[in-house]
């Protein structure tokens, strides 16, 4: 019971950081119907900046949130300079867009910080909490708190801030929204920008744990992919709890069926993707998007 | 009186497709003007032309400002506010979202509070349904929503594409009193409307508009009495 429960927190701390890499994916398909493959590497590549100022001397927290503030520029930018100029094309040109920003990330990661494998601070104490027989890491805690930080923040933000209502709407009438006055492109670009900033927190969280590496979140992204799917690409709340569940199964899973072990954790991502898009394609929370043609 | 809105040689493209053929007219400060036309004549694109979601060729003025090269948002701003076709709605959204979206174009940013009682005085049963999603309304308070979204933004130009569409012709008659009342509040209303008879009553002013050209233009009152009128539009 002691281990099921540890696996169980542990579980939710991954979860965590699938959750908000999904919540990133799924702000962008809503808001433009594409899925950004480009999203982790754009988080990868955050986690270096802030590898950068660390080991220039800044203080953790201090790099932390300066990293935040470029991936928010970052995303906008990107969104204003390379998927602006495509934003009419078909959906599979788009995506196609973001498969080379993809590989662009990683070869210029690879390229300014090489292929080594480099340790990534944890700004939480290295020892762990005991509850009785329980012992949690205190990065896996620390973790937790972050993303419900973090998820707390994005719903004050969307439900309660006029900026927050005005993202929502060109996110699901466009046309409407221009209507009223909204500019949507920059709506869409600002989208971009909070979304890397989702993924550049995954990315911190996550390093400590995997070690940076240009590869970092190729992994991680396929378990937001599976979370997203779970939870339902057109629902925020849903992509959230995916990645909780996500993790979770994937931890229970490693530890308590013995031929799956962690060589094969991989596959049990995919194999929930392939399971929810047989069984309910729209996910958990997700709703059927009707399209007049 | 000084022309409010003056529109001339209007060509509006869809694709290759042309749906305007020079279309010219021009509106006076305060008034109430419909455009009158069957399915297809172009009444709908008219009002997307001035609203800048269609691509055209010709002069859009308003108050001597050229719309053409604006974009929709830009327009908005300048006080033109637009109640679409099919609504608008921002369904996913309650009610109170939706208003507070309509006041998002216009320049002042105060004031909100006195623009909800004034539209909700109009439209108290908006009142009742503020906290519920925009989507569950039913058509004719969807109407009213659209209005009074529109409302918010406290235009001099209010654009309406078929208020009457599919409502209870009680419904229409309550909108179509109101709309009234609003437009003695100085608010200038270009409406598109199929229900001629209606459309006549509320303007002082009438276009007729047929396969994307003006054919006939006049005061309400007049063209009332133009035996082509009565038999195509007024069935009697």
Same mark, same amino acid.
């Given at each position: 019971m002691d281990i099921f429960i540890q696996q169980v927190v542990s579980g939710l701390a991954t979860g965590g950081i699938y959750a908000s890499l999904a919540l990133a994916l799924v702000m962008i398909y809503q808001a433009t119907d594409v899925v950004n493959f480009a999203q982790g590497e754009m988080a990868m590549f955050a986690t270096y900046i802030c590898w950068s100022f660390i080991n220039a001397g800044l203080p953790y927290w201090v790099a932390f949130l300066s990293t935040l503030g470029i991936a928010f520029v970052g995303g906008v930018v990107i969104e204003r300079v390379v998927i602006r100029p495509v934003e009419n094309a078909p959906i599979l040109s788009i995506v196609m867009v973001t498969l080379g920003l993809l590989v662009i990330c990683n070869s210029i990661a690879g390229w300014i910080w090489t292929y080594v494998q480099k340790p990534f601070p944890s700004p939480f104490p290295e020892n762990p909490f005991r509850f009785g027989n329980i012992v949690f890491g205190a990065h896996d805690l620390g973790e937790i708190q972050v993303t419900l930080l973090v998820l707390l923040c994005i719903y004050l933000f969307f439900r309660f801030t006029p900026l927050g209502l005005a993202m929502r709407a060109a996110a699901h009438n466009p046309v409407s929204s221009r209507l009223v006055g909204i500019r949507v492109g920059w709506m869409l670009a600002l989208g971009w920008g909070l979304a890397a900033v989702f993924g550049a927190v995954a990315g911190m969280m996550v390093a400590p744990v995997l070690t940076l590496e240009p590869n970092l979140m190729g992994g991680v992204q396929i378990y937001a992919f599976a979370a997203a799917t779970l939870g339902g690409f057109t629902s925020p709340g849903g992509a959230v709890l995916g990645g909780f569940i996500v993790g979770v199964v994937e931890n229970l899973v490693g530890t308590y069926v013995h031929f799956i072990g962690?060589?094969? $954790?991989?596959t049990v991502a995919l194999a929930m993707i392939i399971v929810v898009l047989l069984v $309910?394609?729209?996910?958990?929370?997700g709703t059927t998007v009707v399209k007049r043609v | 009186m000084s022309a409010l809105l003056d529109v001339q040689a209007l060509e509006a493209f869809y694709g290759r497709t042309k749906a305007l053929h020079g279309v010219s007219f021009s509106m006076a400060k305060g008034g109430i003007t419909t455009i009158l036309g069957a399915n297809g004549a172009g009444k709908t694109t008219t009002l997307r032309a001035i609203s800048r979601m269609v691509r055209t060729t010709g002069t859009i003025r308003f108050e001597g400002e050229a719309l053409e090269r604006k974009a929709t948002e830009q327009v908005v701003q300048l006080g033109i506010a637009h109640a679409p076709e099919g609504r608008g709605t921002f369904v996913h959204l309650t009610v109170e979202e939706n208003l507070r979206l309509g006041a998002w174009g216009r320049r002042e940013r105060g004031g909100l509070k006195d623009d909800f009682d004034r539209v909700f005085g109009y439209f108290p049963v908006l009142r009742e349904r503020?906290?519920?999603?925009?989507?569950?309304?039913s058509g004719g308070e969807q109407q009213m929503l659209s209005v009074a979204r529109a409302l918010m933004l406290r235009p001099r130009l209010l654009l309406l594409d078929e208020p009457s569409l599919g409502l209870a012709p009680l419904v229409v008659r309550e909108i179509f009193r109101i709309l009234k009342t609003i437009n003695q509040t100085g608010v200038s209303i270009l409406l598109v409307e199929q229900n001629a008879a209606l459309a006549l009553d509320l303007a002082d002013h009438v276009f007729l508009l047929e396969t994307g050209r003006v054919v006939m233009e006049g005061p309400s009152e007049v063209l009332r009495k133009d035996d082509a009128i009565r038999r195509a539009y007024l069935g009697y």
């Open positions: 962690t060589e094969l $954790k991989f $309910k394609p729209t996910g958990l929370f | 503020r906290r519920q999603a925009a989507g569950t309304l």
